[in-house]
């Protein structure tokens, strides 16, 4: 068993997997669990942690998240303590656990640190798959569960809920549930689980919006409201995906290129990539924004029902 581990990625999905199959495999108890943000916490207190005997079992998993001083992305300077750590990792104690985790796409492989963890731990790159990877990981989640299915109708899974992993593996799970008698997944079964990701919808309807587009407009709001979408919920996500417009269309103004987006503004890669696609400008997002908040206001405040508010907004957009 490994005394050390470093799980770095930006697949929240994995890593979350990645963690837990640790700590079962460990087979610890909870209270002998202690978890650390390295943001808010120095290096200086994982080695005290290790060094200190716990009051009824020395054994411990010491958990250090958010471990930026391994990647290039380090705002702390803990260059004082690096040499403690890399003496420590050099020679552990037996009956204490540490995992580092990194939530960057890449180690700064030109750091010390990182090249003497790399030889004493064990690495797990969580990473986010690449459409043909990411086809054989639900492929494989699903047969691994017991249940037949083309792949095919994994592609179409996956084109549903947009490659996002972890919502994937709900609907996936929503899906066994499904099918728990023959456990064989056909196309009626996917498409009868499996809604439309709405935010794709939002997405073509502020499309639309901006582009003036009354027919689209209503085609789209109809589609959604079938879907017993709520008036005032459509709002928020109008308003939201307006605002990520903005967000990244400032920053690109600024000078910030599509890798680095993401993990600054917190957005899945593809709801940053298809704002990037967006030919608004910056004021009409503004201005768009000013309307939207208005109108919330005034259904919240009685002054307008929120179906008429909402339709008569997009009739005069």
């Known amino acids: 068993m490994n005394n050390l581990y470093l799980i770095y990625g930006d697949e929240?999905?994995?890593i979350k997997k990645e963690l837990s199959d640790i700590i079962s495999k460990i087979e610890i108890n909870e209270?002998?669990?202690?978890?650390?943000?390295?943001?808010?916490s120095d290096i200086s207190d994982i080695l005290e942690e290790a060094c200190t005997v716990g009051l009824f079992s020395n054994e411990k998993v010491i958990i250090c998240d958010y471990c930026n001083f391994l990647s290039s992305d380090s705002k702390k300077d803990n260059s004082d303590q690096i040499d403690s750590l890399i003496k420590y990792i050099n020679n552990p104690f037996d009956y204490v656990k540490i995992i580092f985790i990194v939530r960057c796409e890449k180690l700064d492989e030109r750091k010390k640190i990182v090249k003497e963890l790399k030889k004493v731990s064990k690495v797990i790159e969580c990473n986010k798959l690449d459409s043909h990877n990411l086809n054989n990981y639900v492929y494989n989640y699903l047969n691994d569960n017991g249940y037949k299915i083309e792949m095919n109708l994994v592609r179409t899974i996956v084109d549903k809920v947009k490659y996002d992993l972890a919502n994937i593996i709900n609907e996936c799970d929503k899906l066994m549930c499904y099918k728990d008698t023959d456990k064989e997944i056909k196309i009626d079964d996917v498409n009868d689980v499996i809604r439309e990701n709405i935010e794709d919808n939002i997405f073509s309807l502020t499309n639309a919006i901006m582009d003036k587009d009354n027919r689209k407009i209503i085609k789209i709001y109809n589609d959604l409201l079938k879907s017993n979408e709520e008036p005032i919920k459509l709002i928020v996500m109008i308003t939201n995906q307006l605002r990520l417009i903005l967000q990244v269309k400032l920053m690109i103004k600024n000078g910030y290129k599509e890798l680095q987006m993401?993990?600054?503004?917190?957005?899945?890669p593809y709801?940053?990539?298809l704002a990037m696609a967006s030919n608004y400008k910056i004021s009409e997002l503004i201005d768009m924004l000013k309307k939207l908040y208005k109108l919330d206001y005034d259904i919240k405040s009685g002054n307008i029902d929120k179906n008429f508010g909402l339709e008569l907004f997009l009739l005069n957009i």
């Not at 209270?31 to 808010?40: A, C, G, R």
């Open 31 to 40: 209270e002998n669990i202690v978890n650390y943000n390295m943001n808010e």
């Open 12 to 14: 929240e999905y994995l």
């Open 262 to 268: 993401p993990s600054i503004i917190k957005e899945h």
């Open 271 to 273: 709801r940053v990539k």
